[in-house]
């Protein structure tokens, strides 16, 4: 199976099984997607990766919780 590290995402009343994503990533796509004026349940559609780049590079998004994920995913003993 493919290892995805943790902490992830535990059970909850719409998925009792848990939803087996990373919680640093979801909060860092949280926090662009705050940038961004929109949240999961609307205007995603309208997310723009080349402005959360911006907002990276500018120090507007933090990159604290992108950073820990890409230093797993990153990782070789990983793969």
Same mark, same amino acid.
């Given at each position: 199976g493919y290892i995805t590290g943790g902490p992830l995402i535990g059970a909850a009343? /719409? +998925? $009792?099984?848990?939803?087996? #994503?990373?919680? /640093?990533?979801?909060?860092?796509? /949280? $926090?662009?997607?705050?940038?961004?004026?929109? /949240?999961? &349940? &609307? +205007?995603?559609?309208?997310?723009?990766? #080349?402005?959360?780049?911006?907002?990276k590079e500018s120090g507007e998004a933090t990159f604290k919780e992108g950073e820990r994920g890409l230093a797993f995913l990153n990782d070789s003993n990983n793969a």
């Open positions: 009343f /719409d +998925n $009792e099984k848990g939803f087996f #994503e990373r919680v /640093d990533i979801v909060n860092q796509n /949280d $926090e662009f997607f705050r940038l961004q004026q929109m /949240d999961w &349940s &609307s +205007n995603v559609v309208h997310y723009d990766w #080349e402005k959360a780049l911006a907002h």
